[in-house]
C-alpha cells in the first residue's frame, strides 16, 4: 500500500506562521526605535504618581504627628495621666484618648503611653508595668534616644494575643513629654505596615503598576529584606521631605518594556539575522523531524492491516493514518476500563444486597471470596439506613451530574468520618435516595453508641455544609452475618418513621421496635430532661432519674430495651455537655463515659444500675459545678450584657456608666468583658451598633449618613471606615451586594 506522503508538506506550510511572526517582531522593533519619546511619558506619568503618593501619606502621617502632639502638649488629654498619680478614672480617660485615636486613623495599630513616675505602660485596654508590655524592648531603646518626633524604619512589634506571642511590622512615631526631656514618659504611635501598602494600593492600579516604599537606609517596606533594585527606566522615585522615605513607582514589566525601547542598528542587524536564520531553519527542522514520522508509519503498516484496507481507498494521509491508530487504541482500553469499573460498582452492590438480604448462605464458597475481596472480616455488626430528605425537590433542583456529585460527597464523609473515629464501615448507594452504613467491630461493647455518634457526625456535617438535610435509622446490634438483615430492617423501619417523627435527625430502632409510641417517647422525653437538668444544675435531675427507673421497673423492661435506653442516655448526655461546656468534656471521657458503659453493659439489676448511674452522675454534676463557677461572675456578666445589647443606641454608654450602675470597678469591668465575651468593650459595642446598622441596610432606604447620625458619628467618613473595617465593604457596598443577592422568588 502506498500513502500519500503530504504530511511533509503541511509541516513546510505550518512554519510559515513563524516567519510572519519573526517579521511582526521586526515591525515592532522598528516602531519602538521611532516612538522613543513613550520612554518619557511613562516615567512623567510615574513620577507625577509618585508624587501624590508621597503627598497623600505625608498627609496622613503629619495629621496622626499632629493630634498624637496635640494630646501630650500642656492641656492636652494626657497631661493629667501622666503628672498625676494613678487613677482609674485618669486611667480610662487615658485609654479612651488612644482608642479615638486609632478610630480616626485607620492606619494606627496600636498606640501606647509610658509613664515615667511609675515606669507604667497604658494602651487601649489594660495598664501593666514596662516589664510586663510585650513591645517593651522598643520602648526602653526609645528612652534613650536623643532626638524624638521620626517615624521609623520598618520594625517588628513584638504583640500579645490570647497569651501567645506574635509579631507585626510597624513604623512608629514617638514623643517624648516633655519634648525636651521626657521626664514624664513618652507615646508611641505604630502603624501597620500592611495598612500603608493597602492605603496605597488604593490610589494605583496594582494591575499595570507597582509601588514600593523604602526607608532612608535603603530597608523595603513591603519586602521584608529587600534593598532598592537598580530603577529601570520607566521607574520614578520620590523623596519624601517629610519622612525622608523613598516612593518608586514603576509599570509592572517596565525592564522589558525599557529594554525593547532602546533602539538601535543592533535591532536592525539582529531582524536581518533572524529572517535568514528561520527561512535556513526551517527546511531543516521540517526534514529532520519528519524523520521519526516514518518510522511510526512503518511500524503501523505492520500491524494495522484493518486501517489500511481503509487508507487504500486514498481518503487519508499519514496523518490521519496515526491517529486513526491510535484512537482504536485508546478506545478500547477505555472501553475496558469502563467496564472494569461498572463490573466493580455491581459487584459491590451485588454483594451488599445480599449480605442485607440474608441470602449468602446459598453458595457459601462464593460468599466467603466476596467477604475476602472486599476485605472484611467477621465480629459484630449494626447498620444504619442514610436516607436524603425531600427527595422529589432533590431531583427537581439539581442535575443528574449534581445529584452524583452531592451522593458521592456524602458518602465520601461517612468514610472520612468513620477513620477518624477508628471505625470500620461500609458504605454503598443502595436505592437512589438510600445509604447503608455497615459498621463492623470486633468488640460489642459501645456497638450502638459508636454508630449514635458516627451518625450524629455525619448529619450535623451534611446541615452545615450542603443546602439539603438526611435522616438516618439505626438498626440493632448484629452478632453474626446471619443477624445483619434483621439489623437491616430495623434500621429500614427506623428511618421510615420520619413521616411522623420529623426530618434531619437521628432515629434510633429503640424508638420504634417492641414498644408503642407513646411509651418509648416517654423513656426519651425523662432522659432529655435528666440531661437538660443535668447540665443547668438543677436540683430535679436526680428525682428524674429514680423516675426513669421507677418506669422501667414497673413495665419490667428487658436487658436489652434497658441497655439500648442507657446508650441512647450516654450518647445524648456527651452530645449535650460538647456543645455547652466542651471544657468538661476531658474528665467526662476519662471517667464518666467509662463508667456508664461498663455500668450498662455489666447490667444484672436495675436497682445496681441505678446506684452505679446515680454516683457517676453525682460526680460528674460536681466537676460541671466547678468548671461553671471558674467562669467569674457568670450571672452579673449576662445582666451587663443584656443591658449593653438594650441600650447600645445611648450614646452615653461607656465603661464609667457601667461601672456606676453595675458597682464594679472600669478596669475590672473591662477584664470581665475581656475573659467572658472575648472582646473588650469598646468592640461588644460597635459590634453592636455595627450589626443595627447592617440590619438598616437591609430593610430601609435611610441614607448612609442618617444611619452615620443615628450611630452617633458626626462624621459619616468615620462611620464609613470603622463598617468597611468590621464587614469588609462600605455602608454602600454592602446594600449593592444585598440588591444584586436578592432574587426574584425573594
Not at 42 to 58: F, G, K, P, R, S
Not at 195 to 205: P, V
Request: proline share 2%; net charge negative; glycine share 6%.
Amino acid at each position: 500500500m502506498k500513502i500519500n506522503n503530504n504530511y511533509i508538506m503541511r509541516m513546510l506550510f505550518s512554519y510559515l506562521p513563524i516567519l510572519c511572526m519573526t517579521i511582526g517582531v521586526l515591525i515592532f522593533i522598528f516602531f519602538a526605535i521611532i516612538n522613543q519619546f513613550n520612554v518619557r511619558n511613562a516615567l512623567q506619568a510615574n513620577h507625577l504618581t509618585a508624587e501624590y503618593i508621597t503627598n497623600m501619606v505625608d498627609s496622613s502621617l503629619k495629621n496622626i504627628s499632629l493630634d498624637t502632639q496635640k494630646m501630650i502638649g500642656t492641656g492636652g488629654s494626657l497631661e493629667p495621666f501622666l503628672e498625676t498619680p494613678s487613677d482609674k478614672t485618669l486611667d480610662f480617660e487615658a485609654s479612651n484618648a488612644l482608642s479615638q485615636l486609632m478610630v480616626r486613623y485607620g492606619l494606627i495599630d496600636s498606640v501606647y503611653l509610658y509613664r515615667a513616675q511609675d515606669g507604667k505602660v497604658l494602651d487601649q485596654s489594660n495598664l501593666r508595668p514596662l516589664d510586663q508590655f510585650a513591645d517593651q524592648a522598643f520602648v526602653r531603646g526609645v528612652l534613650d534616644q536623643a532626638y524624638t518626633g521620626v517615624w521609623s524604619s520598618p520594625r517588628l512589634k513584638e504583640n500579645l494575643v490570647q497569651h501567645s506571642a506574635s509579631k507585626v511590622r510597624v513604623t512608629s512615631l514617638g514623643f517624648k513629654v516633655p519634648r525636651d526631656t521626657g521626664s514624664l514618659g513618652y507615646l508611641i504611635v505604630n502603624v501597620k505596615i500592611a495598612s500603608l501598602h493597602s492605603f496605597i494600593g488604593e490610589m494605583i492600579d496594582r494591575t499595570i503598576t507597582d509601588a514600593q516604599l523604602y526607608d532612608a537606609k535603603g530597608n523595603s517596606f513591603f519586602e521584608t529584606g529587600q534593598t532598592p533594585a537598580t530603577r529601570s527606566r520607566l521607574s520614578a522615585d520620590v523623596v519624601s521631605d517629610y519622612t525622608g522615605w523613598t516612593y518608586r513607582i514603576s509599570i509592572k514589566g517596565g525592564q522589558l518594556l525599557d529594554f525593547l525601547f532602546r533602539g538601535s542598528t543592533m535591532w536592525v542587524l539582529f531582524g536581518i539575522s533572524a529572517i535568514v536564520l528561520a527561512i535556513g531553519s526551517m527546511f531543516y527542522v521540517t526534514r529532520r523531524h519528519y524523520k521519526p514520522i516514518e518510522s511510526i508509519l512503518h511500524r503501523i503498516e505492520r500491524f494495522s492491516i484493518p486501517i489500511k484496507a481503509a487508507e487504500s481507498k486514498g481518503k487519508g494521509n499519514e496523518f490521519a493514518f496515526i491517529d486513526q491508530a491510535i484512537e482504536r487504541l485508546i478506545t478500547k482500553n477505555m472501553t475496558f476500563q469502563e467496564q472494569q469499573q461498572e463490573h466493580m460498582v455491581i459487584r459491590r452492590q451485588q454483594f451488599l444486597q445480599i449480605l442485607l438480604k440474608g441470602e449468602y448462605k446459598e453458595d457459601p464458597s462464593a460468599w466467603e471470596q466476596e467477604w475476602q475481596h472486599f476485605g472484611l472480616s467477621s465480629g459484630h455488626f449494626i447498620v444504619a439506613l442514610l436516607e436524603l430528605d425531600h427527595y422529589v425537590q432533590f431531583g427537581l433542583k439539581y442535575s443528574p451530574g449534581d445529584q452524583s456529585l452531592f451522593k458521592f460527597i456524602v458518602s465520601s464523609v461517612a468514610v472520612e468520618t468513620a477513620e477518624q473515629n477508628g471505625l470500620k464501615v461500609v458504605v454503598e448507594w443502595i436505592a437512589k435516595n438510600q445509604l447503608v452504613i455497615l459498621l463492623i467491630s470486633k468488640e460489642s461493647v459501645g456497638l450502638e453508641h459508636r454508630i449514635l455518634h458516627l451518625s450524629e457526625q455525619i448529619r450535623s456535617w451534611v446541615e452545615g455544609h450542603l443546602d439539603f438535610t438526611v435522616t438516618i435509622g439505626i438498626g440493632t446490634p448484629a452478632d453474626d452475618e446471619a443477624s445483619i438483615a434483621r439489623s437491616y430492617e430495623d434500621a429500614e423501619a427506623a428511618v421510615s418513621r420520619k413521616v411522623s417523627v420529623g426530618v434531619n435527625q437521628i432515629i434510633d430502632s429503640i424508638e420504634v421496635t417492641g414498644k408503642s409510641n407513646g411509651e418509648w417517647f416517654e423513656y426519651l422525653e425523662i432522659i432529655r430532661t435528666i440531661v437538660r437538668q443535668l447540665r443547668m444544675l438543677e436540683s430535679g435531675w436526680q428525682n428524674e432519674l429514680k423516675r426513669l427507673f421507677h418506669e422501667m421497673t414497673v413495665q419490667r423492661l428487658g436487658k436489652d430495651d434497658v441497655n439500648r435506653l442507657m446508650h441512647y442516655f450516654i450518647f445524648h448526655l456527651e452530645y449535650e455537655l460538647d456543645a455547652a461546656l466542651p471544657e468538661a468534656m476531658k474528665s467526662w471521657q476519662q471517667e464518666g463515659k467509662s463508667r456508664l458503659i461498663a455500668a450498662a453493659e455489666q447490667l444484672d439489676t436495675l436497682g445496681q444500675l441505678e446506684q452505679d448511674f446515680v454516683v457517676t452522675l453525682v460526680q460528674l454534676s460536681e466537676h460541671i459545678e466547678t468548671f461553671s463557677q471558674s467562669r467569674r461572675h457568670n450571672a452579673l456578666m449576662r445582666e451587663i450584657r443584656d443591658y449593653v445589647s438594650e441600650h447600645f443606641m445611648d450614646p452615653n454608654l461607656s465603661l464609667t456608666l457601667l461601672s456606676d450602675r453595675f458597682q464594679i470597678s472600669p478596669k475590672y469591668l473591662s477584664q470581665l468583658f475581656k475573659e467572658s465575651i472575648g472582646q473588650n468593650f469598646s468592640e461588644f459595642l460597635i459590634g453592636l451598633r455595627i450589626d443595627y446598622a447592617k440590619r438598616l441596610l437591609r430593610e430601609t432606604d435611610m441614607t448612609v449618613q442618617y444611619i452615620s447620625e443615628m450611630m452617633g458619628y458626626a462624621n459619616p467618613t468615620s462611620f464609613i471606615r470603622v463598617f468597611k473595617k468590621m464587614v469588609g465593604l462600605s455602608p454602600g457596598q454592602y446594600r449593592e451586594s444585598l440588591l444584586i443577592d436578592r432574587t426574584p422568588n425573594e
